[in-house]
Each structure stands twice: as structure tokens, then as C-alpha cells.
T-cell receptor, first 112, second 114 residues
Framework: LAKTTQPISMDSYEGQEVNITCSHNNIATNDYITWYQQFPSQGPRFIIQGYKTKVTNEVASLFIPADRKSSTLSLPRVSLSDTAVYYC?????????????FGKGTHLIIQP | DAGVIQSPRHEVTEMGQEVTLRCKPISGHNSLFWYRQTMMRGLELLIYFNNNVPIDDSGMPEDRFSAKMPNASFSTLKIQPSEPRDSAVYFCAILAGGNTGELFFGEGSRLTVL
């Protein structure tokens, strides 16, 4: 069972780029890396998923180095509404409980 | 369009009472997951179903907890008898489809056991 380690909290300011790094030293060959965002009083929401190198969508970018032992979620030009908890998950895409275990996440606070 | 309806959204009950939480995927899904979230323990996977069959219930705290999925459009999580330490937000989630394994969560049921 691949375990992830993230910073407990981070602070930044509106308009800045925020990078949240997740360590997953025991990632397996078939594992994918998935990030979720959770606002208060809501369930987590899928942000992005990747296997290697770089993935970009309309919300964020995900950078994965060649050894895949870590990943970095990049949020460009954050706003106050990006204040949330961000979770990094590692496991098999499409099924298996390994990919469905959430850690404590990173509490991101964006200030004006 | 994936969607998950949970009920009740809020429930306050007294210790010893039976609690039933409900989950209805808007369109039938073969995989369904129950999570519990507290400040102390974070978001914990309790149980998940595939094709209406429980695949992994190792996260279910104890025998007081039980879950069923009689069909692809309905699932229940029951706590009997309830205890104050069961107070938490309980989320139901489904696999949203496609190849990403993306989980789509409901808005949760906030349970308070006095």
C-alpha cells in the first residue's frame, strides 16, 4: 500500500502560483497519482491525475519526475476561492482500494 | 451525468439509537464507496462495493456498522447502536466513469450522536 506524505498546511497570496508536493516513495509500477480538492462542508472533488512527466488541465498542472517518487500539484494564479484541503492519492486507476485511501491532506490558505 | 444524493444531510440522535444513512447515485453505478471524515482521523474508507457486492469492508470500525447495496441505485450505511464517537460526516462516492478512476462524492451526511 503506497503511502503519501504532504505538508499539513501552506499559505499563499492571491495571484501567486502555488506548488504542493507529495512524496510517495513506495509507488508501484502500475500506480497512478491523483489529486483531489475539498472545500468545507463538501465532498472531495477530483482535480487531476497523472502517471509520469506532466499533465495539465484547465484547473492545474501535475509534475511527476522520472523516478515517480514524488509529484507536485501546481495551481496557477490562485484566488481566495482556492482555499481548501488538497489530497494526494496513489494507487491503481479505475479500481482497487489502494487508490482510494486519503491521507490528512494539505490545508491551503490563500490570503488577499 | 454522474451525481450522488445522500440523505439525511444532517442528523442528530442520542446514543444507542439506530442510524441509517442513504446514498442514491443518480444513474446506476456498479462501484460505490462509503467514507467517514472527522477532524482527528481525516477521511477514512469504510467499505466499497463492486457490482453491488462488498469488496473490502476492512475499514468498517466494528460490528455496529453495516452496509448494503441492494441494487446499483441505492445503498445504506447503518449504525446500531450509535455512540458519540460515531459523530462525523459520512460521504458516499461512486466511480465517475472513464479511465481515470475518478471518485465523485455526494455532499455528505453530518451525524451527531449525543
Amino acid at each position: 500500500l503506497a503511502k503519501t506524505t504532504q505538508p499539513i498546511s501552506m499559505d499563499s497570496y492571491e495571484g501567486q502560483e502555488v506548488n504542493i508536493t507529495c512524496s510517495h516513495n513506495n509507488i508501484a509500477t502500475n500506480d497512478y497519482i491523483t489529486w483531489y480538492q475539498q472545500f468545507p462542508s463538501q465532498g472531495p472533488r477530483f482535480i487531476i491525475q497523472g502517471y509520469k512527466t506532466k499533465v495539465t488541465n484547465e484547473v492545474a498542472s501535475l509534475f511527476i519526475p522520472a523516478d515517480r517518487k514524488s509529484s507536485t500539484l501546481s495551481l496557477p494564479r490562485v484566488s481566495l476561492s482556492d482555499t481548501a484541503v488538497y489530497y494526494c492519492l496513489v494507487g491503481l486507476s479505475g479500481g482497487g482500494a489502494d487508490g482510494l485511501t486519503f491521507g490528512k491532506g494539505t490545508h491551503l490558505i490563500i490570503q488577499p | 451525468d454522474a451525481g450522488v444524493i445522500q440523505s439525511p444531510r444532517h442528523e442528530v440522535t442520542e446514543m444507542g439509537q439506530e442510524v441509517t444513512l442513504r446514498c442514491k447515485p443518480i444513474s446506476g453505478h456498479n462501484s460505490l464507496f462509503w467514507y467517514r471524515q472527522t477532524m482527528m482521523r481525516g477521511l477514512e474508507l469504510l467499505i466499497y462495493f463492486n457490482n453491488n457486492v462488498p469488496i473490502d469492508d476492512s475499514g468498517m470500525p466494528e460490528d455496529r456498522f453495516s452496509a448494503k447495496m441492494p441494487n446499483a441505485s441505492f445503498s445504506t450505511l447503518k449504525i446500531q447502536p450509535s455512540e458519540p464517537r460515531d459523530s462525523a460526516v459520512y460521504f458516499c462516492a461512486i466511480l465517475a466513469g472513464g479511465n481515470t478512476g475518478e471518485l465523485f462524492f455526494g455532499e455528505g451526511s453530518r451525524l451527531t450522536v449525543l
